[in-house]
């Protein structure tokens, strides 16, 4: 059996994260099952380390994430990073507020040790690995790589994110375990700042122009901001990129549209628009918010490429 090298996002839901470790730690030692463990303390450990893994003991262990989305972003951006030709399987045990990944994979919502860790063992000894898509964004002017397990976001979602991370009530909330709340505070903020922009965009069926360009989201899967379907019928496991853009012409048809996206009723709609293609480039030239997988892009223009590919996990994907 190889070595399992964890990697602790303690932040992770809401702050939960750590006493959800403990409980594995203690069952693993209990069955003296051979483990590592680290526990991130600052940005871009995670990424750091899987870098390190990927580099140097990708062969005789096995990297397990802890955390929520953006833990996991980190860490596949860490390995893919390493650059070595080749990418090792990872495990994911879903431990995040808006858990995505987990929710799009049908991954297990049991976090208890003795069910989760038996399956991951068995997945790894008889190498049940799964091949799943993740994005990739080439930005084409400082000639940078990103991936994203999840969704690439810019304008409205974006900003959402930058505001709650900028909230002073975030850290309050996160203690009394009510972190999506400080999310939701945000974003009827964004709704009352956020502009409309400029959207060029050329795939598999064209080139188009958008003008009233205010969300705008590629993703692996169905799911964003913790569960709403913003593309119900995309599929996870194509090979292709799925991309919606949403226009705003005034607030009151935006409200309605977002009222129709949180019920899933918003294809058809004038100011939906909606392709799955293999490659996208798009440029976008007033500065706006970014992110992927809910970590911040910062504030620029944007002029990339968006295309998908396979990478490989070890995914616990029913409760036993």
Known sequence: MKKLIFLINPAAQSGNAMQIWQKFEAYLKGKQIDYQAQ?????????????????????????????????????????????IGWSAPIAYIPAGSGNDFARAYNLSNNLQPEVIIPQLVTAIETEQVQQLDIGRMLDRVNHTRRYFVNNLGVGFDAATVAATNDSTLKNSLNRLHLGKLAYFLSLFGVLR??????????????????????????????????????????????????????????????????????????YGMQQVYRWTSDKY?????????????????????????????????????TDK
């Open 39 to 83: 526990i991130s303390t600052r940005p871009r450990d995670i990424y750091n380390w899987s870098y390190i893994w990927q580099k140097h003991n990708s062969y005789n262990s096995v990297l397990v994430i802890l955390g929520g989305d953006g833990s996991l972003n980190e860490a596949v951006n860490g390995q893919l990073a390493a650059n």
């Open 193 to 266: 700042t956020q502009d409309t922009f400029n959207v060029s965009l050329k795939s598999d069926q064209g080139q188009v122009q958008f003008n009233h360009g205010y969300l705008l989201t590629f993703s692996n899967h169905p799911y964003f901001g913790g569960g709403v379907q913003i593309m119900p019928d995309a599929n996870p496991t194509d090979g292709k990129m799925d991309l919606i853009i949403i226009e705003k012409r005034n607030m009151p048809q935006l409200l309605h549209t977002l009222f129709k996206v949180l019920r899933s009723e918003h």
């Open 281 to 317: 480039e798009m440029v976008i030239p007033r500065l706006e918010y970014g992110h992927v997988d809910g970590e911040e892009l910062g504030v620029h223009a944007f002029d990339f490429e968006v295309t998908s590919q396979k990478h490989s996990f070890y995914l616990i994907t």
